[in-house]
């Protein structure tokens, strides 16, 4: 069975700082893997994923993610948060063959000014 | 460019009344799915189906039916709903294949059973 572990609950950061939201995953073989922000009273929109080759991935609004296969770590990041990042964030996963996404639990971006 | 579509957005029922939740998607994606999503928890999977005719379980399937008839819709069912099923539930729609999986999801519907 997979499962994603987002270890916290909330994440507060000032604007310009760098924001890093954490995401780990248990599942068998090489998963995909995927980041989903969700915005107030909206569906959650696509940020990036993981499928092969560098472990370094880049998505949209400047956020990237790095994989990281012996921590079966997937952790989002962004250099220079905005106060406009606050939203909610899920890491999700899906098995290779598999077409189930699951998601984590989420964790709260708060930035202020 | 609709996407995906969630009919209704918000719905209040009464214990043991029953309704349908509406999705459709117009980018003749394979793949479509119901989440529910209750604070604290993510989402979690209730149905999903890989195309029409086909549908399977995911992690919450009691108490809700689907079905596929065609491409596009993707109906979730209530037959008689409970006070536990207060929730807001997401349509989600993607292509099927490796490389893919990118989940387009509804703006969501807010269901409270009283």
């Known amino acids: 069975a997979q499962s994603v572990a987002q270890p916290e609950d909330q994440v507060n950061v000032a604007e310009g700082n760098p924001l890093t939201v954490k995401c780990t995953y248990s599942?068998?073989?090489?998963?995909?893997l995927f980041w989903y922000v969700q915005y107030p009273n909206r569906g959650l929109q696509f940020l990036l994923k993981?499928?092969?080759?560098?472990?370094l991935v880049k998505g949209s609004y400047g956020f990237e993610a790095e994989f990281n296969k012996s921590q079966t770590s997937f952790h989002l990041k962004k250099p220079s948060a905005l106060v406009s990042d606050s939203a909610l964030y899920f890491c999700?996963?899906?098995?290779?063959?598999?077409?189930?996404?699951?998601f984590g639990a989420g964790t709260t971006v708060t930035v202020r000014a | 460019n609709a996407g995906v579509t969630q009919t209704p957005k918000f719905q209040v029922l009464k214990t043991g009344q029953s309704m349908t939740l509406q999705c459709a998607q117009d980018?003749?994606?394979?793949?479509m799915s119901w989440y529910r999503q209750d604070p604290g928890m993510g989402l979690r999977l209730i149905h999903y189906?890989?195309?029409?005719?086909?549908?399977d379980q995911g992690e919450v399937p009691n108490g809700y039916n689907v079905s596929r008839s065609t491409t596009e819709d993707f109906p979730l069912r209530l037959l008689s709903a409970a006070p536990s099923q207060t929730s807001v539930y997401f349509c989600?729609?993607?292509?099927?294949?490796?490389?893919?999986?990118?989940?387009?999801f509804g703006e969501g519907s807010r269901l409270t059973v009283l």
């Open positions: 989600a729609s993607s292509r099927t294949g490796e490389n893919t999986g990118e989940l387009f």
């Open positions: 599942v068998s073989g090489n998963p995909y």
């Open positions: 993981y499928i092969t080759g560098d472990n």
């Open positions: 999700a996963v899906r098995p290779r063959g598999d077409y189930k996404l699951s």
């Open positions: 980018m003749n994606h394979e793949y």
């Open positions: 189906s890989v195309g029409a005719g086909i549908t």
